[in-house]
């Protein structure tokens, strides 16, 4: 049966749902296993000696990207032995992936797919992003701020909603009504999850005192303890969204020590970072009279985040998977027409005066009589809509299988290096 794809590339996670195109009635998303913990996959490319990539897969740091998803725009590249890549390149390669995997299981290609991208990006990264996805072979491809694809898997979103979104690395707060962004805030300074997981290690750090701090940086074993219990944080970081106590073990050289962590003692850690995003959020709210707001990325499983919330707060069971069901609800939307046939209201009224806000945007609760009305604009704002010609390009990458010339230089290294 046809289908749209919805993909979240993340910082550290990808994630994939699929709407189908037929039966009957509202048709609901499907989050799709790409065989990672909890149905996604880790954003990692690791260019292997063969000349593809292994993605989600842990590997040797010269040869396998990770973080990419956030560099999108940077000129800086990433490299792997010594080829270089866009951010953008990376991303689209990770999409690539997901859309070829999503094929092989339903034997058919995606009608369309609808990439979730960071509420900040303007023209400029949306069309990095585009040219990218083009010279994939993705030409059905389109892009959807990740708060309008929030709020788009929501049937109640008529409406102003609120869109909190808190992942491993970004935040971003919205206003949002159906398929306009009405206001936002991104706070690239905000702590999100992985900085959750420094003050917890900091935290064991501070209750083992001497037995930590003597340990010998340069032994590897020590780096070897670093590493587990980092992860062993992350872990109990989230074992206390569902729970009260937990315990961190540590595996010093004299013996395992556990150290208790309540959510207590969690919740105090991060308190001032999550009453910071929330007052963000606050900002860009300004008094609208939401509907709800909508929970998007891991972090926000953080019960302390929906307590701290003004409102109506819809929690969704995994959140780290609103945005991408949303984005392939919207898809069918887009080729589709909405479920209900209900008119979607596309007008916004654009004014503000607070100086904080990245864009000047407006009250919403003025009288419309105050404003002319703005002229008619498409639902989905599907960027660019004037599309760059595919780019020449030095190399070409067919799927995830990379051209001679990266495998030869891979191999080359690897011989230098003695491996
Ligand atoms: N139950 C939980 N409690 C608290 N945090 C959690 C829980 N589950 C996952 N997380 C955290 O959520 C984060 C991952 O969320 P998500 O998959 O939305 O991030 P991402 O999309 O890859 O990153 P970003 O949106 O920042 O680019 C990680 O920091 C992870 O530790
Ligand atoms: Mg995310």
Redesign the pocket.
């Known amino acids: 049966m046809p289908y749209v794809l919805g993909v979240?590339v993340?910082?550290?996670?990808t994630a994939a749902a699929l709407c189908r195109l037929g039966g009957a009635g509202r048709a609901e998303p499907e989050v799709v296993g790409l065989g990672g913990p909890g149905g996604g996959v880790a954003?990692s490319l690791q260019l292997t000696a063969d000349g593809t990539f292994a993605v989600g897969e842990p590997g040797d740091p010269r040869w396998t990207a990770t973080g990419f998803?956030?560099r999108v725009g940077d000129g800086v590249p990433v490299v792997l032995g010594d080829e270089p890549f866009t951010a953008e390149e990376l991303t689209a390669l990770m999409v690539s992936w997901v859309a070829g995997q999503v094929a092989a299981r339903e034997g058919e290609r995606a009608e369309r797919i609808v990439l979730s991208h960071p509420v900040g990006w303007g023209a400029h990264h949306k069309g990095l992003m585009h040219q990218a996805l083009r010279v994939m072979g993705l030409d059905n491809a389109t892009l959807l701020a990740e708060p309008l694809a929030a709020a788009a898997g929501h049937s109640f979103a008529r409406g102003p909603v609120g869109v909190f979104s808190l992942?491993?690395?970004?935040f971003s707060a919205a206003v949002v009504r159906p398929f306009e962004v009405v206001a936002w805030a991104e706070s690239p300074d905000q702590d999100?999850?992985?900085d959750f997981d420094d003050l917890v290690f900091g935290h064991v750090r501070t209750e083992l005192g001497r037995a930590f701090t003597e340990l010998d940086p340069q032994d590897p074993r020590t780096r070897g303890l670093y590493g587990r219990l980092r992860r062993d944080c992350?872990a109990a970081?989230?074992v206390l969204?569902g729970t009260f106590e937990t315990a961190i073990p540590v595996h010093l050289p004299s013996g395992r020590v556990d150290v208790p962590l309540s959510r207590a003692k969690f919740d105090e850690l991060i308190r001032s970072s999550v009453e910071q995003a929330v007052s963000v959020f606050e900002r860009v709210v300004r008094g609208t009279p939401l509907e709800a707001t909508v929970l998007v990325?891991?972090?926000t499983?953080?019960p302390l985040i929906s307590s701290l919330l003004p409102g109506r707060v819809v929690f969704e069971a995994a959140p780290?998977t609103t945005a991408v069901k949303g984005a392939a609800l919207a898809g069918r939307h887009m080729l589709l027409g909405p479920d209900d046939n209900e008119p979607i209201e596309t007008s916004v009224l654009v004014r503000d005066d607070d100086p904080l806000l990245r864009f000047p945007v407006g009250d919403m609760d003025v009288p419309d009589t105050d404003f002319t009305a703005p002229p008619p604009r498409p639902p989905i704002d599907i960027t660019p809509l004037d599309l760059p010609e595919r780019r020449s390009v030095k190399r070409v990458v067919r799927g995830l299988a990379v051209t001679g010339g990266r495998r030869r230089s891979r191999d080359a290294q690897d011989s230098e290096d003695g491996r």
């Open positions: 979240d993340g910082t550290t996670r954003s998803a956030a992942g491993s690395h970004a999100a999850g992985v992350e970081k989230r969204s990325g891991g972090s499983r953080i780290e």
